[in-house]
Structure formats: structure tokens, C-alpha cells
């Protein structure tokens, strides 16, 4: 399973920004997928979580609102368009695929079965 993660960037507070992230396509036919981010000295966060069909969504309390995840199953992407950032949002990003989004929400992000790589979104005040 592959996951390509993209579309980080430097923004100012306030400002959008959506990240993508490519599946392999089995990733895509097979499982949840979701966003996490981290920081410097702190553990990866749950952000996002969406399940295969993109019935079911969830999202951690600090980006409700702001935050919009969504899938294209038949291009094997997820997305992440995140709006009126702040700058505590500023992390790397990373994607990631397991088998329940809702799980994905509530579990350790060291069970996540496969990640992608990071992409870096920096927020200016």
C-alpha cells in the first residue's frame, strides 16, 4: 500500500489550503483513509478520518468546522481542504489508511497500519 502526500505550503493566518493524498489503487478500493499531523517534541495528532465509501466522516474537535476531508475513489485521492487556518495548524501532514476511519479517530497513531509521507504546512501570524 502506497500513499503520496502533497499540497503543504507556506499561508498566512486565514488563509486555505488543501492537501492531497494518492493511493495505490488497491489503498483505494480497500480502506479508510485519514490525515494526521505532528509537530516538533509532540506525538501525531489525529486529524481526519473518512471512511471507503466517504459515508462517514470524522474530525478532532480543534478543526471542526474549518477542516473538510473527501475522497475520489476513482482516482485512488483524498483531500484535505483546510480553511480560516490558524497558526497551531502549522505541522506536517501526513495520510494514512487502516481499515475503520472511525477507529483511525480514537486509536494510537502507532497502530495505523500504512502512512504516507509528510507534507509541511506553515502558518504565519
Known amino acids: 500500500v502506497q500513499l503520496q502526500a502533497s499540497g503543504g505550503g507556506l499561508v498566512q493566518a486565514g488563509d486555505s489550503l488543501r492537501l492531497s493524498c494518492a493511493a495505490s489503487?488497491?489503498?483505494?478500493?480497500?480502506?479508510?483513509m485519514g490525515w494526521f499531523r505532528q509537530v516538533p517534541g509532540r506525538e501525531r495528532e489525529f486529524v481526519a478520518a473518512i471512511s471507503v465509501t466517504g459515508a462517514s466522516t470524522y474530525y478532532a474537535d480543534s478543526v471542526k468546522g474549518r477542516f473538510t476531508i473527501s475522497r475520489d475513489n476513482a482516482k485512488n485521492m483524498m483531500y484535505l481542504q483546510m480553511n480560516n487556518l490558524k497558526p497551531e495548524d502549522m505541522a506536517v501532514y501526513y495520510c494514512?489508511?487502516?481499515?475503520?476511519?472511525?477507529?483511525?479517530?480514537?486509536?494510537?497513531?502507532?497502530?495505523?497500519?500504512?502512512w504516507g509521507q509528510g507534507t509541511e504546512v506553515t502558518v504565519s501570524s
Open positions: 489503487s488497491r489503498t483505494g478500493a480497500s480502506y479508510s
Open positions: 494514512a489508511a487502516d481499515l475503520s476511519a472511525r477507529e483511525m479517530s480514537t486509536m494510537s497513531s502507532d497502530s495505523i497500519r500504512f
